[in-house]
């Protein structure tokens, strides 16, 4: 792995306290690397989001720390981009300015993001659509426009939440390529919750797979499949051994089940 981009250490959240108390995360330590692809993998209600949105300053550990470039997290940070499971636009305005909307947030001067967000569109395939609304595209199209809004300000951390979850087969694959166009072009380091081991393998130089609630670290998978990678590498020997690894951890911890 490179120079550390963020580090948990000891992470444990609890939500609520005394009898409603719910035990998330038991305990997290991985580090991922500068540039580097991770997945966070694992069962419903694991604590991937719990996690993911730690990382992203949105929520407290109740213990352990996380860091991002050897800073403690404390709370929500500009060098971090976020793309949530559903791409949650804003419905008035055009798929330019929901991209632009960050930098109003963060008082930055839209001047001077206009050609980085026309660039974002294009390389997304969207630069027909800049002026149209939300209700005017189809779901991957609004995921894409989420990905461009979360890339505006040049983030080098980019916290990835199930964002392809509820699209098509097809769309899905397309969009698992052109996310890695974006991060190789981009260098990004990219942390990405997922369910799917294909998914996980495909886009990854290390899948983290987690236990199922109160969630732990099962097991960290090196992913050493040359990049770029086409949808064909899903048919070699090679990916169906790292696909069969996880589905055995799965299946040993009773997440799946042949029976
Ligand atoms: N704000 C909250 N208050 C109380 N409990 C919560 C809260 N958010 C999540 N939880 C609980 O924490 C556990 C982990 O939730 P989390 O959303 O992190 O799981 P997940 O791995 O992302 O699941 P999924 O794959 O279904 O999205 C779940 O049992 C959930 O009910
Ligand atoms: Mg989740």
């Known amino acids: 792995m490179s120079r550390p981009h ?7 959240k609890v939500y609520g306290a005394g009898r409603d108390a719910l035990e998330a995360i038991r305990e997290a330590s991985f580090a991922v690397g500068q540039g580097e692809f991770v997945s966070l993998l694992g069962p419903s209600g694991c604590g991937k989001s719990t996690l993911l949105m730690m ?19 404390t709370g929500p940070r500009k060098e971090v981009g976020i793309v949530f499971q559903s791409p949650v636009l804003l419905p008035w305005r055009t798929v330019l300015d929901n991209v632009l909307f960050p930098i109003e947030m963060l008082r930055l001067r839209r001047p001077d993001y206009g050609g980085r967000a026309l660039e974002l569109l294009e390389m997304t395939k969207l630069e027909e659509f800049r002026d149209k609304l939300p209700r005017e595209l189809s779901g991957g199209m609004k995921q894409r426009v989420s990905i461009c809004r979360a890339l505006i300000h040049n983030p080098s951390l980019l916290l990835m939440d199930e964002p392809f979850s509820a699209l098509d087969a097809l769309t899905r694959d397309q969009l698992n390529l052109d996310l890695q166009k974006i991060w190789q072009q981009n260098h990004k380091t990219v942390l990405f919750v997922t369910h799917s081991i ?15 609630r109160p969630g732990t670290i099962e097991r960290i998978l090196e992913i050493d499949l040359p990049r770029p990678r086409s949808l064909d590498v899903r048919e070699t020997p090679e990916f169906a051994r790292y696909s ?10 009773g997440v799946l089940s042949n029976s």
């Open 6 to 12: 963020v580090n948990i250490e000891g992470v444990k």
């Open 198 to 212: 294909t998914e996980a393998v495909f886009l990854s130089d290390r899948v983290v797979v987690m236990s199922p």
């Open 55 to 73: 990382v992203g300053g949105l929520l407290e550990p109740t213990a352990g720390q996380i860091l991002v470039d050897g800073g403690r997290v």
């Open 244 to 253: 069969k690894a996880i589905r055995d951890i799965f299946l040993a911890r």
